[in-house]
Each structure stands twice: as structure tokens, then as C-alpha cells.
């Protein structure tokens, strides 16, 4: 069954249309990357999944109910962690988990165990002080303890990582792997090894609509584009391994800089032979030489150019 | 309603912990102490600043000078506190994007007015008992209270007019999501009142009569029966206020 789908969704604010006729869906207890520049309407997207923005046209079904604005009944089976945070200063995590439970009707013994447990999951457990006092890391940390909550089937995160340190961003990426086999999860970003780290599907968005969806493997199958990266060190060398007879057959199609070279082939070993049988003979001795596999960033430009 | 609860709750910790309950509670105390004393002070203190010379006869102040000030000083100083206090009831939430993660777990945007209401119009309850309470202890130790009629009833007006204009603060809060707009909707309302009791005729219909008749009430020049258009006007008008705030928080994007 699809937690999330989305259909014909779209959203003008004024004439500018942010979100033209986007719809995709997203199965039980995938890890959804939902990538795109800024500005290109990823957090308007989770807004309408919320509910918390209205959308001009479209509909949005989380676990097979529909998605009301303004209306909190779908909410109840989402998490939601916000790009930054909001909580009340005044209050300590685990009072503030204590009123989230409340909120969401779980008992008390289910607040108070699902509490500690989750501000141990986050690391959270011994910071007994008030949350105004809270670095950025720790409020972002406490944001997933208390998407968790309510053991949501559908776990929403607006750019989790974006504002943090290394260490903190691989922190919460460990979180979400962890809850990973528990829930599905649905994350923006524009950090692209973040996706890398733990996605298996990934979209992105621009111009208001999908630019690429799908598992991330096969979207990097397909993709695939052969190119060898010849790299010498020196401008002498490239001009004369380029000479050389051998090798003239491929140059015609390479895309050159001062001193690297890409070579664009079908037949990547057989031109890697003859590469290095060229380079052998004429004593030349690359920096480096690789066979270049798509990336998400060159997939990313690709696709928002 | 368990959520409504925890809301209420949560309204009543913010209050204690972001300093609310002592502002009210001090502003209060002091006017329920300054009321009887003004009144008893007064007389001397005129004597003292009178140029030589100029004889006056100054009455010998009553309990009835003590809540004379009493309905002079709460509706002036006591009610703007109320409103400056709870004019961000709205807009800190708003501007700092907490009720986000509030209403995503769950939370239906009509509780969130009722609980803030709810908790409003207890703080504003508590305090103006207080105020009450000093004031009428150290009137009665000061003075009998001969010659006075329906005390309690003039005490309630006032008190049901100070929940109109937390009902107004509501609906201001909502309306611009910010205090000031908040504050210039709650002070527009009463101007407006003050321009509807121009027309004679609109008089005795109009809520204002609760916060500015407490007087005549107390000298039996109007009687109970007097206020009942008002008091009638004041809670439907609370109740609209009250509907509209919640049916606009339900179109309005956080």
C-alpha cells in the first residue's frame, strides 16, 4: 500500500505557480528524498501534506485518508519535523513531550515510556534544562524525538540537516536509518550525499514538477554515461598522448581541459586497453584515470538545467 | 477534550513561566490597595496643598468615594494591562511558528482559541477577584457601607465586560497575527462603543453601560433591570467574537 500519494497537485501563490500538476506516491517504508533547489516548492509540498497550506488544485491522501486544510484528522498519522524547530523555551523536553502526547491521546504510561525511550534515541536524555536554552543541534534532535511520538506511519522531515554541523547532520541521518524499517519516511534536502547516505528513492522537483522519480539504483542505470577521465600532469603530456594515432579515434568525441581529458565510449574496456597500452608505450604516466559513474550532483544538474 | 486539557495546561504553565500571572497578579493587588486609600487620603491631601487663606469644606470621604475609584481605576489602568498582557496571546505563536508542531500532532485549531480563551478570562477572573478582594477589605475596615445597593451585581458587569474585550482580543489576534494589530483592533472596538453611545437612543443597549453605569448602580440611580440589553449585547457579542476567531483560524495559514 502507497502512504503517501499524491495527485494533479498544484499551487499558485498570486499568477506565480510554485507547483504545477505534481503527483507521485510513496510506498510502505521507503526513504524518500525529495530533492530540488530552493525556492523550487519542497516545503510548500509538505505543507499541503500537512494541511497547513491550502492547495489550489490537486489531492493529497496519507494512508488512505484525505488530506483536509485546516483539518488534522490525516495529521495523525504523520510525523512532522519542520526545517527549524519552534518550541516552547519556557518548558523542558520531557514536559514537552508530556503535552505532545497529550495532544495526540496516548496515556500516560505510554507518554512517559515513549519519552525517555525516544530522548535516549536522540541523545536527549540527560539535558534536563529548559529549551530556550537549547543549541540549534539539540532543538533539531528534540524536533524528531517528538515527530516520533506518536509512532507516525508517515515520518515528514523539511531539510533536517541543512543547517547543521558534520557531526550533527550524520547524527540525525543515524536517526532516520534507525527508524527507518518502522516508518516511512519523506525528507527534503539539497544535500545531495545525504540522499546518498539513505534514500532508496528519490525525486526531484523543478519548475513545480518532477524532474526524475524512482529508486535511486536503476535512476543511476539509467543515467550511466561511459566516460573515461584521463588526468595528466602536465599540458605536455595530454597534448601528447592526444597525438598519438592509437587513440585518435577517440579523442574526436572527448571533452578536454588543461590537463584532463573525458573520453565518451559504448565500449569502456576495450577503450581502457587501448588507453593504457597508448599511455605504456609513450611512457606516459597519468595522475589519475577512472571510469566516471553518474552522480547524484551531475543527475541533479542535469535534470534542473 | 483531553487535548483541550493539556492545552488549557500548557497556557497555564506559560503564563506562570513567561511572568504573566505576577505582572496581573501585582498590577491588581495595587489597584485593589489604591483604591480605599486614594479615596481616604485625598481630603488631607488637599487641605495640605491649599493656598493660604481659601477655606473649603471637603465632605468626609465614604465607602462610596472607595468604589468610585475602584470603577474608575479597573476599567481605565486595569483593563489596558489585560489587553497589553494578552495582545501577543496569538501572535508569539505565530511568529515563532510553536502551534506548527502543535496542530500537526493532532491539535484542532478550535481548541487552541478555546484553551487561550479559557485561560485568558481565568487570569483575568482571578485578578479582578483579587483586586475585589482588597479593596472591599479595606474599604469595610475604613468605612461602613451604609447607603450602598447592589454591589456585587455592579462588580460582575464590569467583570462580563472585561471577557468582552478578551473575547475581541481573540478575534484581533487572529485577524492580524500580530499584538499591535491585535491592539489596534481590541482599542478600535471600544472607541466604537464610546461613538455608538453618542446616539441616545443606542444607550441602553450598549455594552459600554457595564464598565461606565457601576456608579449609578451603586446609588441605586439605575436599577438591575436597566442592564439587561447590555449584558445580553456583551455575551452575544463575546460569542461572535469568539465563532469568528475560530471559524478565521481555520482559513488562516500558519
Redesign the interface.
Known sequence: MDTLCIEHLSKNFGSHKVIDDLSFTVPEHAVFGFLGQNGAGKTTTMKMILGLMKPTSGSITVCGEPVCYGQTKSNQYIGYLPDVPEFYGYMKPFEYLKLCGEITGLSAMEIKKKSEELLTLVGLDKANKKIGGFSRGMKQRLGIAQALLNEPKLLVCDEPTSALDPIGRKEILDILCQVKGKTTVVFSTHILSDVERICDRIAILHNGKLALNGMLPFIKEQHKQNGLLIEFASQVDLQQFAASPEVASFITNATKTDTSLVIHTHKIEKTESVVIETLAKKQLLPLKMEVLEPTLESLFMEVVQ | M??Y???T??EF??NV??YKVMIMAAVFLLLGMMNPITAKITPQLLKEFMPEGIEITITEPTALDSWAQFFKNVPQMGLIVLIIVFSGIMANEFS???L??????????STVILSKFTMAVFMWTGSYVLCFGVSYAYTAYFWTGDGISNIAFSVFCLWLFGILLLAAVMLGSVLFKNSYGCLLFTGGFVVALFLINIVPKLQEYNPIKLASGNMALLTSEMSVSDFTLPIVICCATAAVFIIAAVALF??K??
Open positions: 483531553r487535548s486539557l493539556a492545552f495546561k500548557k504553565v506559560e513561566r513567561t515563532r511558528g510553536t506548527i508542531n502543535m496542530l500537526t500532532k493532532g491539535l484542532s485549531r481555520n482559513k495559514q500558519v
